[in-house]
Structure formats: C-alpha cells, structure tokens
C-alpha cells in the first residue's frame, strides 16, 4: 500500500506539473533578472600570477590565474589554495571576513614523489574549528606518469597546527597504470566527520567517494568502474547518512544518478533519473532526494542542418522525480551549480558570447526563488558560495600594468 500511494503521489506530482508547465515557462523567460547583491569589499590578494607567453592557444590570453581553490570558513573567512602546476611551492592563503589578512601558510608536498606539483586541490571550511585541503601531487611536467600522491591536511587552532595525512596507493591487480583521485566536492557531515567525492583514475575513469574521521583518518573508501563515473554533488542527510549525485561526464545527456547511503556507510536508495540526462557537471542536492539541475533547450531554425542551443533552464528535481519547478535562464549556459547554508549559486555564461564571455553569478534559494544577480567581466574566476546567502569571488584583473588577483565578498541584498 505504502508503495502504491508513492507511485500514486508520483504520478499527480507528473500530471501537476505539466499542466502548469505553460504557465511557469511564461513567467521564467528573463528570470535571471535580479537586483544585485552588495559588495561588502574588494582587495588584491597577494597571489602567484604570471603572463601567459604570447602565442600560447587558450581561450584566456590575459593573467594566469595560479589560484587552485577557493573556500569559505562557517566564520567568513576567504580560504585560497595558490601556486602552478609546474613544481612551484604551493601555499594556503586566509582573509578575514573583513577583507584583512589572516594568515598565510606553505602546504608540504609529499617527499615521495620528486618534484611534486600540485594537480588538484579542494577546500572546507565549514566548521569554526578546522579547515580541510584534499590534494593531489603529481611530478611537474608528467600528465601520464607517477608516482601520485592524494593527500588530506587539516589546519587547526590559532597556532594553525596541520596534520597531513597520505591516501593509500591503488592499482588494480595485474595493471600498471596509475591512481589520481580528483575531489569535486569536499562536505562535513553531521557528525564531524568528512565525506570527498569526485573521480578517481586507474586507467579509466571511475566515481569514487571516501569517508574520514573527525581526526581525518579514511574510515572507508568507494570505487566503481563505468557509469557513472563523477560525483556532481554531495550532502550530509539529518539521519547521520549522506546522498551523491552522479553523472557520466564521458557522455553528455547521459542520466544521472541519486544514491542515498546510511549512516553505517549501506547503500538504501539508486535512484536512475531516465528522463533528465545531465548536462555538464550543473546539479547541485537540495534535499536527501531532490536537487536542482540545468537543462538545455535546443532549436532547428530555417535553414539549419543541425539544432542549436536556444535557452538553459534549471528544473527542481522532487523526491519522486518529478519536475516540481522550471526556472527560466534565457540564453545563458550553466557552469556550475553549488550550495552553501540555505543557499544555492549559479554560474552561467552568455551562449556566442565570443572567446571570454562575461559570467553570470546568480544567488537563488534551496526552492529556486532569485535573490541577487551580479555580473562578472572576465569568464575566468573562482566562486564560492557564502553561508549568509552571500559569495566570494576571485578573478584575475590588471593593477598599475601588472596582473593581480582580485577578491570580493558580496551579501545578498
């Protein structure tokens, strides 16, 4: 019986929406407009730049940005990993919630592998008590060749104590080929303890996940080769468990999928959304079992041999899997999608906007409601989304004829 009035509660939530499909879309076509939110500051950080040499093809021909993470503390502080690829050192940079300077710190590489360079990096500071960095090392200057090195810190206390921890080696029995783990997401459950998740490589790609500890120990560890093969997003649930969300990023429009574990680590929900394949890496959970996700729209015009992207939408995925919500983007495409506290951010670019189209950086509530719009210049920048609604944002800019790094905080209005 319990089965039948969730199927049937399913269906009516399918039936509500597509007779109010018209309507919502009448609504949404400019949605995107917004007040802007309010730029509380906006200094140069004192971050590794250079100027890309000429002739190097990229879709950036102004300042490199060697700015690897950006992160937000639970009390306000800006958080930055920085440092290049190419064997550089590489620090951890925090900013106080007032724009000042907090500290500034090197991160050890690992002594095994030579001439480390950092491959990639990902932050979390949503508690006051301890900031994590998920990093990854590789020799500089070697894309297919180890050894690798995933490595947890914590940083901790006034004194900023940090504790490294080294991820064990994996290769599969009877191959040769190397292991590099790429956290997409880093979140702190309820109780303490740390859930990563994102792709790992042992020749193919994988979707892998790992829990550690409060004191940062890998308590378990989940791998599995072919679809899907990333975690898109990742939260903590009130009863001690965690949900994912996965696509296949080998194959656009691909389903996603949801899968919820409990708080013993047992997978209790799979979840195969059929009918909304996944486009890019633009999701984000705003429940145990709903989440919020982009989805193109494409058209044939006259003359046109192929369909052509016309306008992006993000739809509120509802705990049956039905579309509960349309929000409307117009001709803009989605980036990213993340969540902080109660609130969600949108990074979306303007279609045919040229080689560096501006960004769109778009504040939204856990049920889609606008609250800010802030337009960005460069298409090249790090945002984060801030607990108060707010966000970070650091991008390259030019001071006095010499690249710098601009960070600002913006509250929404």
């Not at 309820?190 to 193919?204: E, K, V």
Request: contains cysteine.
């Amino acid at each position: 019986m319990a089965v039948f009035r969730r199927c049937l509660a399913g269906a009516l939530a399918t039936l509500a929406v597509a007779m109010s499909a018209t309507a919502q879309d009448t609504l949404a076509i400019e949605v995107l407009k917004a007040p802007p939110p309010v730029l509380l500051w906006e200094r140069v950080v004192d971050v590794p730049v250079a100027t890309r040499p000429a002739g190097e093809a990229h879709y950036w021909a102004g300042p490199l940005l060697h700015l690897r993470a950006l992160g937000a503390r639970g009390d306000g502080r800006a958080l930055i990993v920085a440092g290049a690829a190419s064997g550089e050192a590489v620090r951890l940079f925090g900013v106080r919630g007032d724009g000042r300077d907090a500290f500034s710190m090197p991160l050890p590489a690992p002594a095994d592998v030579p001439k480390a360079a950092l491959r990639h990096a990902t932050l979390n500071g949503e508690g006051r008590d301890k900031t994590w960095a998920l990093l990854t090392w590789r020799p500089a200057g070697e894309q297919d060749a180890g050894p690798i090195a995933t490595q947890l810190i914590g940083i901790e206390g006034p004194e900023y104590r940090t504790t490294s921890r080294q991820l064990p080696r994996y290769i599969p029995p009877g191959r040769s080929e190397i292991d590099e783990r790429q956290a997409n997401v880093l979140r702190r459950l309820r109780d303490g303890s740390l859930l990563a998740g994102g792709t790992a490589y042992y020749g193919p790609p994988y979707w892998w996940f790992a829990r550690f500890t409060v004191e940062g120990k890998l308590f378990h560890e989940s791998k599995s080769r072919g679809f899907p093969d990333f975690v898109e997003d990742a939260r903590g649930n009130e009863d001690g468990g965690y949900s994912l969300l996965m696509v296949d990023a080998e194959r656009g429009g691909a389903p996603a999928t949801l899968r919820r574990y409990g708080a013993d680590g047992k997978l209790t929900t799979r979840r195969l959304f059929e009918d909304l394949p996944a486009y890019g890496y633009c999701s984000v959970l705003t429940g145990a079992n709903t989440h919020l996700r982009y989805r193109p729209e494409s058209e044939r015009k006259p003359g046109d041999k192929s369909d052509t992207f016309a306008r992006g939408r993000l739809v509120l995925v509802d705990a049956y899997g039905a579309i509960a919500r349309r929000i409307g983007m117009g001709p803009n495409e989605c980036t990213s999608l993340s969540r902080t506290g109660d609130g969600i951010v949108l990074v979306a670019t303007r279609s045919e906007a040229g080689d560096t189209p501006p960004m769109i950086v778009a504040g939204f509530t856990p049920a889609g409601a606008q609250r800010w719009r802030l337009d960005v210049p460069s298409g090249i920048a790090k945002v984060e989304p801030l607990a108060d609604g707010g966000v970070l944002v650091a991008r390259p800019d030019v001071a006095d004829g010499k690249p710098v790094v601009k960070l600002a905080r913006y509250r929404a209005p």
